[in-house]
């Protein structure tokens, strides 16, 4: 085979000459290229090496099927492996490399696995690697992962950008061949939203690369002009370079558009690739047929491609395949490129004809020999000869490329993608696409109508009738005009008999017809067995060209019907699509959005470390100047809101408004505690069960008017509470008038504790907040002395006399400014949600460390707020069962390490002493656990069976994921004021 | 009084920059916008609407049945929700959210084609035509969408997440050279 670019013709810039190198060499193709093409024209036929024999291997289709051309294009973290060279568009210095190959491409020490290849039939490395089991890991697996593989991974950061879009329309269009593009123009000029998506970086399809004329014009002519008028249409959107990669529910379908993949230097403002999600009211698949290869000994020599690919490189690329090219062909299509090429001056060297006989018609003066076969081929990097055999005879006939036809297959994909198989048609001889309702209908040749006026009718028809469906009346204007079309048809050839050498049926996976066979007769003879028995087309084109001989060659060597085999499943994606695109934006710290508290500025201004806690990015210590540790941090803090006083961002709770008539009644349902009497001005510690009688969440309610409530819940269950009470309001209870909504982001609430907190907080409020006016458990609406409208809730999860002021988000950062400024003379501090954590731990208050969703409220050692007096109230039912109220349940305690010095961790489980570990011994285990710098040892809040009864005792604390085991004593789990002095101060 | 207690924007760190002159796209940020929910009581949701509908300087946003965002860029916070409890008297409840939204205005040819990149909502004009406004994801982010022009789209947004859906808007505005600013 020799390559090289024609003298003249074809559908790229001759005037636009494009330098690329592959794998170092220097190259020159023109605008309008694709790799491929360009290759061929630089007479470059070895462009890659097989995945398991390392064979040589060529260029064999002109799109998206390629198994062979895989390359890797770019460099450093840009490059992209398995790029297929004839989808690749070609640009001023691309730089391309070959793969699975080394040292190079032309001396490859792996290909001596061919000479191994007795040995390496399919399911080899199941049979020969079992065992001894040991050795996988340390040598057959790196033995294999070197010896076979593809492209590597690059394992930089993606420097590329990546979107995602929404897209609706009336019509999609997925397809801009001709069925695809009358679809769009009927459609679009009776004014429907549509969408055509193309993989192509030209829209025409087969019009791109076809010798008849349309309306006494090139047919290329023909599809610019469709293009332009689309391009016209406000209501059209065309989408080049864009793979319709799948269909969903809904009739939403997933496309990606390489925006930029064809260009030396990114532009920055621009995506790199971009997902679409296109909701489209209905589709057209208008995917065209794929042109099936022929199984034959020898035909994975470079050299060998698909007939109809050499047509396209020759009409639409101005690249002849070869000087002298032989045609073997069970259909009219192989004629069809042999009179293609023949007029474009390449030599034919003969026509091997399958069929014993056919109407089609050669170019004049080429040899036809019918009834005949190709059964090897000669040469060694590139094609020299095949050998023909034909009633016993053999004969060898010189050439340098051979073009392949085995008649066509409607690409179904998308249209089985959700579960429907393709249909087996004797009169197509194909897998046709299954009827999946009007969403998404098959056109042109994608529903088996091959010839080109054809596609053109059912393209318009199709979308008439969508058009009328939607309301909207299309009318169907003449039908073009062609000139040189002939019929087609074929005959199926699965497999070609009398093979003297390797006749491939996936040439990405090096499986060969005796590997089917293997596969049968060890009893994975069923479509899907076969194909992980034989790893036909597992490889990253999925058997676009090998699936259907596989199936054709089972059904023989079974003696079934191509229907009974059936085919393997289709699932997304239809071509690969790099993880960059799939995740989009999404990724580093925008994969999920930051919230931040309006004290966020505060925090940085003084210092804060931050935690992300859930989306929220909270202040968690405070360090100061000298300070090693976050401990030391985290321990001055405690002891300064203990001794002193210090301020605490907790505007991350989540804040729910409630109002109404019978707001009261709603949340005397809500909560598990009474909370119908609640007086006018206080607040409640509320308890919220699921209906299973477990605990759901926690927080307080204050009564702000008496048809007006608020409520705090915990930061991550602020949206699910949210949901509960939408919920209950709507479904369970739509009776009550009760009404309410979020108000969380438009408060900064803070904490601020400590013996000194009403000396500070006194220093921005006139109003009398002495223990007499503001009680433990008040709530007021009030006015701070610079005006500011806020709410004062006397609460605290500290244990210290404490207060919550709540002020206009926006005014939160003043605020908190001037508490800090009013608190110095009296040692305040900013505390993060590490002392939070520790302060609350010391006073044995809880959190969702211990409301795992499997504790009650008598776990918790909240039991007394059970009102079962209360009619009903979520969760009262389903208390009462009996394993929920069994006495041997985990129950709330407190431990502490019999050595002073022992650290204790969440997670751990707890043990009897001198018992072994085990589920059946398991005690219970430690929800939360920290060092207490008042008490100067750990403390921890666990779950122990029988807990309550056990004070004292002693247990064994089993922490095997730091391997230790540590004493500790039970004991009641406030550790710091049980008798609530502090905080009633 | 209560304005010289420095009222911090949510996004006053992102857009502290010297403004660029506005591009073609261009993305306002409301500085001082009044916000208020407005909750009807049952029965009254066609009163209530009807009433606020009838002053011209408020603008309606639904965010669910009987549950309007109202916004006005003529009132202060505390006026706009003292003038709806008059307004709805007992047939509501109004609570001011000022503070808790960022009222982003996008206006330009490309907006439709910006907003796709983060809203799953069809935003043709036959379909969601001016007036109209619904509650959406862009991207993780809950925010309130109304089409407020035939080029001009608001988005209203809880302050936690103003950030964070700043960069996303200018990054989904990057090809189109999306320009942003206060608005006052």
Known sequence: MTGYRLSSGGLVDRSKSLSFTFDGRPLRGFAGDTLASALLANDQLLVGRSFKYHRPRGIVSAGPSEPNALVTIGSGARRDPNTKATVAELYGGLAAKSQNRWPSLGFDIGAANGLLSPFLGAGFYYKTFMWPKQFWERVYEPFIRRAAGLGRAVLERDPEAYEKSWAFCDLLVIGGGPAGLMAALTAGRAGLRVIVADEDFRFGGSLLSTSETIDGAAASIFADRAVAELQSLPNVTLLSRTTVFGWYDDNVFGAVERVQKHVAEPSAKLVSERIW?????????????????????????????????????????????????????????????????????????????????????????????????????????????????????????????????????????????????????????????????????????????????????????????????????????????????????????????????????????????????????????????????????????????????????????????????????????????????????????????????????????????????????????????????????????????????????????????????????????????????????????????????????????????????????????????????????????????????????????????????????????????????????????????????????????????????????????????QITEAGRPHDICAYGAEALNVLRLEKGLLTHAEFDGRVTPDDAGLGRMLSMQKTDFIGKRLSTRYGLTAADRMQLVGLKPVDADKDMRAGAHLLKEGTKPSTLNDQGWISSAGFSPVLGHAIALAFLKSGRERYGERVIIFDKLRDQEIVAEVCDPVFVDPQNEKLKA | MVRDYNNRHALEQKLRAAPTPPAADHLMVGHWRAVATVLARSGQEETVQRAIASVPEFAMRFSAPAEWLVISEAEAPSGLARRLEELCGAMAHVIDLSDGRVVFRLSGPNGRRILAKGIGVDLHPDVFSSGGSANVLCGHIPINLARVGEDVFELIAPRSFAESLFDDLMRMGREFELTAAFAD
């Not at chain 1, 209908?441 to 059912?458: E, H, I, K, Q, T």
């Not at chain 1, 966020?600 to 470390?609: L, P, Q, R, S």
């Not at chain 1, 479904?731 to 609430?749: C, E, G, I, K, M």
């Open chain 1, 277 to 817: 999600r296109i909701v489209a009211k209905r589709a057209l698949l208008a995917t065209g047929a794929e042109e099936r290869p022929l199984v034959f000994g020898g035909n994975d020599r470079p050299g060998v491609m698909m007939a109809g690919a050499m047509t396209t490189y020759a009409e639409r690329y101005g690249v002849a395949a070869g000087k002298a090219v032989a045609i073997f062909t069970s259909g009219s299509a192989g004629y069809r490129a042999a009179r293609a090429l023949s007029a474009k001056g390449i030599s034919i060297a003969a026509i091997v004809d399958a069929r014993a006989e056919a109407n089609d018609q050669a170019p004049d003066g080429v040899r036809i020999i019918r009834s005949a076969s190709v059964v090897d081929t000669k040469g060694s990097k590139r094609l020299k000869g095949i050998v023909v055999e034909r009633s016993g005879f053999e004969e060898l006939i010189a050439c340098d490329a051979l073009g392949m036809h085995g008649g066509w297959s409607p690409v179904v994909h998308l249209a089985c993608q959700r579960g429907a198989k393709p249909i087996w048609s004797e009169e197509l001889k194909a897998f046709a696409p299954p009827d999946v309702g009007g969403g998404l209908r098959p056109v042109g040749s994608a529903n088996g109508v091959y010839s080109l006026s054809g596609c053109f009718d059912d393209g318009a028809q199709k979308a008439a009738a969508i058009a009328a469906e939607l309301g909207f009346s299309a009318s169907l204007g003449a039908s073009p005009v062609i000139d040189g079309e002939t019929a087609s048809s074929f005959a199926a050839l699965w497999y070609v008999p009398g093979a003297k050498s390797k006749a491939f049926i996936d040439l990405q996976n090096d499986v060969h017809a005796k590997d089917l066979g293997l596969a049968l007769r060890e009893g994975f003879g069923h479509v899907e067995h076969a194909k992980r028995y034989t790893t036909n087309g597992m490889a990253t084109d999925q058997g676009k060209l090998s699936n259907i001989n596989a199936v054709g060659i089972l059904s023989g060597m079974r003696g079934v019907s191509p229907a009974d085999v059936g085919t393997t499943t289709f699932r997304p994606f239809y071509t690969p699509v790099s993880f960059g695109a799939l995740a989009g934006a999404a990724r580093d710290e925008h994969a999920v959005p930051a919230r931040k508290s309006p004290l966020h500025g505060w925090a940085i201004k003084n210092g804060a470390t931050f935690v992300e806690a859930g989306l929220w990015h909270r202040s968690a210590w405070f360090p100061r100047a000298g300070e090693k540790t976050w401990r030391e941090s985290v321990d001055r803090e405690v002891l300064n809101v203990r001794a002193n006083v210090g301020l605490c961002d907790v505007s991350t709770l989540g804040k729910i408004e409630v109002f109404g008539p019978d707001a009261a009644e709603f949340l005397n349902r809500l909560y598990c505690n009474p909370v119908l009497k609640l007086p006018v001005g206080k607040a409640r510690y509320g308890l919220m069960l699921r209906e299973d009688g477990f605990v759901f969440d926690d927080g307080t309610v204050s009564r702000l008017g008496e048809e007006h409530f608020f409520l705090t819940t915990t930061t991550a269950m602020a949206g699910a509470v949210m949901s509960h009470m939408e919920y209950c309001a709507q479904a369970l209870w739509p009776d009550l008038d009760v009404r309410f909504t979020s108000s969380t982001d438009q408060w900064a609430q803070m904490a601020i504790a400590g013996p000194k907190a009403r000396a500070v907080l006194q220093h921005l409020v006139d109003d009398d907040i002495s223990d007499r006016a503001l009680p433990f458990l008040a709530a007021r609406k009030i006015v701070l002395k610079t005006g500011v409208s806020a709410r004062l809730f006397r609460i605290s999860f500290s244990g210290e006399l404490a207060f919550e002021l709540a002020v206009p988000a926006g005014y939160g950062e003043a605020v908190a400014d």
